[in-house]
């Protein structure tokens, strides 16, 4: 699992094994405990490949359902604690709000 598993750029598709040339399954990888992505594995070797694409949606932090609430006249909403450790944000640092179809980003700046 995981650390052993080869990105490959996109638009690259493994048909065969770099090392033994044995074809190429398709197989849900367990890149991380939890996390599936689609990728090719080697049946011969045990290489596992995942696209650079699969890569991206790859979430680094687990997902964390929260709850909106009032804050004043605004809504607020908890930042995991595992979120701001990871982009380290700190009290009083500005980010920048944005919104992507459904979603909300905040970018640190
Ligand atoms: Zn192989």
């Known amino acids: 699992m995981g650390n052993h598993c080869k ?3 996109e638009g690259i598709k493994m048909t065969k094994c770099p090392f033994c040339e044995n074809e190429m399954k398709e197989k849900m990888i367990e890149f991380r405990k939890g996390v599936y992505v689609k990728g090719e594995i080697c049946p011969s070797c045990g ?3 995942i696209s650079e694409k699969e890569f991206d949606k790859i979430p680094v932090v687990k997902l964390e359902r929260r709850k909106i609430f009032k804050h004043g006249g605004s809504l607020a ?9 990871h982009i380290k ?5 500005e980010v920048v709000l944005g919104i992507e179809g ?4 905040v970018e640190k700046v």
């Open 77 to 85: 909403i908890r930042i995991p604690r595992s979120y701001v450790k």
């Open 7 to 9: 990105i490959i750029t």
């Open 89 to 93: 944000l700190k009290p009083g640092k």
């Open 102 to 105: 459904k979603k909300i980003t």
């Open 47 to 49: 290489e596992e490949w």
